[in-house]
DNA sequence: TCACAGTAACTC
DNA sequence: AGTTACTGTGAG
């Protein structure tokens, strides 16, 4: 197409709709009307009169850029990045500008736009790129992904946003405009560290300062980073309340700060984002942006705006807070990247540790990837030599843990028949102790019915015989079946002891609190978990107190708990998922981290029969080595991550036709479908029996397979087949 | 072989 | 909700 210049030529396919736009003339209607029909080829933008738009559109085969005309009034507005209105058939629908171009590949007509909604660009370039490396890697839509990436906007927020780039509140003046692109680098301030009054909480690590001095620098490297137990040093050098982990991020940030970039923190809730807040605040570093989804509208979108401004240096947020637009992105850290609130739970369902991951090649930041647990998704990246290992040496770690001890089986076989009380002498006896010198942190599974099936010898969850997945025991106990092939599990044997005998998993632990109030009469007992009457507790006080919570729900004890008690281990260890070893290992070391070290009295106990791989990491503290064991075993299986998995679910019949027009669904790469277990709708009635097919392709072909899958899906849209079908890669309970 | 009407697809 | 591309049918 040949450039739209000041003189339009009818032949200019992306002028040829203009005289259509004019319409017919207008009556004596109101002053909307008649401004839309007064709009003629000379109200349209002389110079790049075209606007590339992304629609916030549902069907996948509309998933595409569209042209339309910018009209003159709208010519200096409608810059990449604005959220615009704009007629698509019947209706009119928001979206964003991409680009503007001199003409368009499009042959017929072109609409003008409607209306830009703002001036000031939502949607930063970084950040569209970034949703479109994720739509393509779970074979999701580009408007799903920016709907989870662009927080709706809120008018009077943003008013006063704009104000303040306007006449900033005090010191030199920014921006002055609100520009696409924010200056790459700002001066940015940190307060000289108030200085050290505890030292570099790096120090102790094998290539932690090095991480940190890379950050100063400039640099992009990554990390998996297995923090040390315990309690950051307070002011006045007496242990405080500040995780350590959270220090020592507060102190990387800070490093890339003082370097001249941003970082982004995101961690898995609303407490571990004000631990963050906490710790940046103590450590010097200048303002932060507060980014959690259930802050509400207002403050959300003010804290988006903030990043987006460059207004500050660091955001912290929750899951949604993986796609803040923060400019000159120098460090992205995910806190905690086993918990499950990282997962995404609306399509395409992404990772925040594969979000991130993608992100920080995109704009060459640097990664640090930190939990108490470990992920075999972490160690995959270890063990490709994209990341990094940074960990204490073991003395280190030695002088820093409490003791801890597994109270297994064979151990409470000696103390006879009270042994199949959830409460064995020797935790009785190590919570009395705990107490005579501070807070005792109780943990114990959620409640839960769990259809799963275990060894009944072992305790490790069971496998299917033809492709690993986890067997499941569906309706009413009938013979054990795999819940990815559907395969009924005869002739199982034990990969860990070689029993032939199953267990069904199916344990509640609802009445621990009165249990315990029983067993240490006048005792305080609080209780931390989102269904108690108090909620979730952030902070304990240093005092003598049973402190029962769910996995997650830990509050941090000023000086640290004088012991824990990891209750129902054999809960923990059985969950459905591949990651149910490494998840519990995760719970029962975050709880861990929170006690005292060894030498200063601090114990944890493992009560109950958990499987035992996890138990002898939890034992030596050692989360690394039992994700290389799962990693191994993993590749030997031929399951995620070593491989790619996709989850097509939905009716039989829709899921079927999906899965029909996938090449690489063929053959041994097609496990199910499977029917799945009712699940109830919300109301208590259960949908139409859905099923399950699993895609399983070597990592080599995952693009492709995504590819594939979203090819199906718009074909499945543009049909309108019925029924319905959700298609997940990686799918979080199979991981 | 072409015109035209009813229909399916597309939507800038 | 219009518009366009398309297919099938019937007249020439």
């Known amino acids: 197409m040949g450039p739209v210049n000041d003189v339009p030529e009818p032949e200019q396919p992306a002028l040829l709709g203009l005289d259509d736009v004019q319409g017919p003339a207008s009556g004596p209607r109101g002053g909307k009307a008649r401004r839309k029909a007064a709009l003629g080829a000379h109200e349209i933008a002389e110079v790049l009169p075209v606007a590339r738009v992304v629609l916030d559109l549902q069907p996948a085969h509309l998933d595409r850029e569209y042209d339309y005309l910018v009209p003159a009034s709208m010519a200096a507005d409608a810059q990449p990045g604005v959220r615009v209105r704009a007629r698509f058939g019947p209706q009119e629908v928001s979206g964003y500008v991409v680009a503007r171009a001199a003409t368009s590949e499009h042959t017929g007509r072109l609409m003008p736009l409607r209306r830009v909604v703002s001036g000031d660009p939502a949607l930063s370039e970084p950040v569209l790129r970034l949703a479109r490396a994720v739509a393509d890697r779970y074979a999701g839509t580009l408007a799903d992904v920016l709907r989870l990436a662009v927080p709706p906007r809120h008018a009077r927020v943003e008013k006063e946003i704009l104000a303040a780039l306007a006449n900033p509140p005090s010191v030199e003046p920014v921006e002055t405009t609100p520009v696409v692109n924010v200056p790459s680098v700002e001066p940015v301030e940190t307060t000289p560290p108030a200085e050290s009054t505890h030292a570099d909480p790096w120090a102790p690590y094998r290539g932690g300062e090095a991480f940190c001095r890379h950050l100063l620098a400039g640099g992009a490297p990554r990390a998996v980073w297995t923090p040390l137990p315990g309690l950051a040093p307070a002011d006045d050098g007496s242990v405080g309340h500040v995780p350590h982990w959270a220090d020592a991020i507060a102190r990387a940030v800070r490093a890339t700060v003082a370097g001249g970039r941003r970082a982004l923190v995101v961690v898995p809730d609303a407490r571990d984002a004000d631990r963050v807040c906490e710790a940046l605040e103590a450590a010097g570093v200048g303002d932060h942006a507060r980014l959690l989804a259930d802050d509400g509208p207002a403050p959300r979108y003010r804290a988006f705006l903030r990043a987006r401004h460059g207004l500050a240096p660091v955001v912290v947020g929750t899951r949604a807070a993986m796609f803040a637009p923060v400019p000159s992105l120098g460090l992205v850290v995910l806190w905690g990247d086993g918990e499950d609130t990282l997962a995404e739970p609306h399509a395409p369902y992404p990772h925040a540790r594969e979000v991130l991951a993608l992100r920080c090649e995109l704009e060459g930041a640097a990664l640090l990837l930190a939990s108490p647990g470990r992920t075999v998704q972490a160690q995959a990246l270890l063990a490709s030599g994209w990341a990094r290992e940074i960990v204490a040496p073991r003395d280190v770690l030695r002088a820093r843990a409490p003791r801890v001890r597994a109270l297994t089986s064979v151990e409470l076989a000696a103390e006879g028949p009270g042994a199949a009380a959830r409460l064995p002498t020797a935790a009785w006896r190590a919570a009395r102790d705990g107490l005579a010198s501070g807070p005792v942190l109780v943990q114990v599974p959620r409640t839960g019915y769990l259809p799963v099936v275990a060894c009944g010898r072992c305790r490790t969850a069971a496998r299917c015989a033809h492709c690993h997945g986890p067997l499941g025991l569906p309706r009413q106990a009938a013979a054990p079946q795999c819940t990815w092939c559907g395969r009924l599990a005869g002739g199982w044997r034990c990969d860990e002891c070689g029993d032939s005998r199953l267990r069904a998993v199916r344990v509640g632990s609802d009445r621990t609190a009165e249990e315990l109030g029983r067993a240490f009469p006048g005792t305080t007992v609080r209780v931390s978990a989102s269904t108690a009457p108090g909620g979730v507790l952030d902070r304990v006080a240093a005092g003598p107190a049973l402190v029962v919570c769910t996995p997650g729900a830990e509050p941090v004890a000023d000086g640290g708990y004088a012991a824990a008690l990891l209750l129902d281990a054999a809960v923990a260890t059985s969950g459905t998922g591949l990651a149910a070893a490494t998840e519990a290992l995760h719970r029962w070391l975050a709880a861990a981290s929170l006690v005292r070290p060894a030498r200063d009295g ?102 492709e397979l995504a590819r594939q899958l979203r090819a199906s899906l718009a074909v499945r849209s543009a049909r309108r087949e019925g029924g319905s079908v959700r298609v997940q890669l990686d799918p979080k309970e199979m991981l």
């Open 602 to 703: 601090g114990q944890v106990l493992l009560v109950g029969d958990a499987a035992p791989a996890p138990t002898g990491a939890l034992v030596r503290f050692d989360p690394a080595a039992l994700a290389e064991r799962e990693l191994a075993e993993r590749r030997e299986l031929a399951l995620p991550p070593a491989v790619r998995v996709a989850a097509v679910s939905g009716d039989r019949e829709a899921v079927g036709a999906l899965v029909g027009r996938v090449a690489l669904a063929g053959g041994e790469a097609l496990l199910g479908p499977v029917e799945l277990p009712p699940e109830p709708d919300g109301r208590g009635a259960t949908l139409d029996p859905r099923v399950r097919a699993v895609v399983r392709v070597p990592l080599a072909q995952s693009a």
